[in-house]
């Protein structure tokens, strides 16, 4: 596997991200988002946001618009509920991933489901490949133990098993146990691959990454994994494309 010697690698450590504190809404933002600004941190090729949103019972964000965005939504504990304009009302899970594709336009809103206990979901952003499109929503329930010490594909763009994306991006997950090693081959070489570590604490090259920590990597076919203690990654491989704001 690639050795990370030529790779050009952009490494985001946990205490670096961007915060926001409303109160009902904590959240630590790994890119640009709302009044977060670094001109450093603004994308990783398409991938555009990263939130790490913690929502208190029964609160949560008001209806709002969207365009021209892939929107993948992965709870970690708790219960999110979502409703748009297309007539979709859903419950979303720990274990459930939800994308939606914005599209020409559309608006929703997403409420802590419980009246009392706390909602952690990652909020992540795509850019598209292909602008207006029509409006889309999808919400698939995968089994943990499709990704213990191996990888599960939640989004692509050519798996039927996989939730649909409208870019030339994958979205991976896996379970490690201490001493685990996986190895990830892109989908593209000319793709970046941009790791995040939900929990415990991983080895990617020679960099030792912790809870929350993230490596944004291009410029590989592939890299290896290994897992210092029981750990959870997700990997999101995206076109490294140039974005102008």
């Known amino acids: 596997m690639e050795t990370l010697n030529k790779a ?42 990263l939130n790490d949103d913690i929502v208190q019972g029964g609160m949560g964000f008001g209806t709002h618009p969207h365009d021209n965005m892939e929107i993948v939504s992965i709870p970690l504990t708790g219960d999110l509920e979502h409703k748009d304009s297309t007539g979709n009302t859903e419950v979303i899970k720990s274990g459930d991933v939800q994308i939606m594709s914005a599209g020409y336009g559309l608006t929703h809103s997403e409420y802590n489901h419980s009246k009392s206990d706390l909602v952690n979901f990652l909020q992540i952003w795509v850019l598209p490949k292909k602008r207006d499109i029509e409006p889309r929503y999808q919400q698939i329930t995968f089994d943990p133990a ?13 798996d039927d098993k996989a939730l649909w994306i409208n870019q030339d991006a994958w979205f991976t997950l896996t379970d490690l146990d201490k001493d685990a090693t996986i190895d990830y081959k892109l989908h593209n070489a000319e793709n970046g691959v941009y790791a995040f570590i939900i929990d415990g604490g991983v080895t990617i090259g020679t960099e030792s990454l912790k809870k929350r920590d993230a490596l944004g990597i291009s410029n590989v076919e592939s890299l290896s994994i290994t897992a210092n203690q029981d750990s959870q990654v997700l990997l999101i491989e995206v076109p490294m494309i140039e974005v102008g704001f």
Do not use: C
């Not at 890119?31 to 603004?42: A, H």
């Not at 499709?146 to 050519?158: E, F, G, I, W």
């Open 146 to 158: 499709d990704r213990k010490n191996k990888l599960q594909t939640v989004v692509a763009p050519d």
């Open 8 to 49: 050009n690698i952009i490494r985001h450590d946990a205490d670096t991200r961007g915060v926001a504190n409303f109160g009902w809404l904590f959240s630590k933002h790994t890119f640009s988002f709302g009044r977060y600004y670094n001109p450093e941190r603004v994308h990783f090729g398409a991938l555009r946001v």
